[in-house]
């Protein structure tokens, strides 16, 4: 994807008028007094009026190719600097793609296991989330048009799986790539269309890959994108951290101009995470940049390892609150791509 840069094209002056001018008077020289104009030559002769006039013009043209050199020179330097400021709002942190799902592949196939595994399980994952999340391809499945679909269902009786607050009513699925794939520093963006309606909470985010030997959030969390239905215009970035999780976490919100919702269309949502700061995007736009200056007193950055990719479609919670009769099922998130560059 690419963005062309158009400027406004500009005419020289034809002649700079005095401070005190206005733009319906011409400018005219004032009368000259050539009374002091001598030439220093053997015969001591004055200058003529013609030849004082010439000399005169010839200055004052001078005057003017410098004022339109300087003139240049500034809108230049003006122009430069717009130029920076359009690219530094939409910049590619890095151009070396290290890592790719085009979802591509026959309707209703599994995604690439080569790349992904299905998490499963309906214990609330830590906020009381009301899915189970399967391995099945009801939930998760390649649509044959190049995109992957999480489908959240709500199910009928009999309800045979458990959650943790008794028989479940929906299931979903979450896809990670731990073990497969991960990386320290980079870009991180994924074309995601998100399900709509009250209780819906799809995600696109980063863990630490050092979970299991530290645990959650001294690992480390980055939410590129999370969307809760009852903002339907809002999507959401956010890290975690010890002293910054929960609803203590650290980011931004990006709410669409007209309050247009989220879910109508496909949107890029991305990092771009380095040593010093992470910017988070929405179609190219940078709306949020966080340093390690941007933390609680004392509290440790923790993003200087490597962190695995997760894509999952949870139902209701603590956050989002849960479905009500205006949601319909089943919703589904559609995944265009997801693709990560480095350096």
Known sequence: ??????????????????????????YQPEPLDLSHCQRNDESNQRFTNEQAANAYAAGFHNRLKRAQQLIIGRLLA???????????SSSIYADKLVFSDEFNGPVGAKVNSANWTAETGGAGWGNKELQFYTDSTDNAYLDGNGSLVIKAIKLGPPLN????????QYTSARLITKGKFDLRYGRFEARIKVPRGRGVWPAFWLLGNNIDAVGWPNCGEIDIMEHIGREPASVYGTVHGPGYSGAKGIGGSYTFL??????????????????EKIRWFVDGKNYKTLTPKDLPDRARWVFDHPFFLILNFAVGGEWPGSPDETTVFPQTMLVDYVRVYTR
């Open 161 to 168: 799986l458990k959650c943790w607050y008794g028989p479940c």
């Open 258 to 275: 007209d309050n247009k919702a989220v879910a109508d269309d496909f949107h890029v949502f991305a990092v771009e995470w380095s040593g």
């Open 78 to 88: 003006a122009l430069a600097v717009l130029v920076c400021s359009f690219i530094g």
């Open 1 to 26: 994807m690419g963005m062309a840069l158009q400027t406004k094209s500009f005419r020289l002056p034809q002649v700079l008028l005095p401070a005190a001018a206005t733009k319906s008077q011409s």
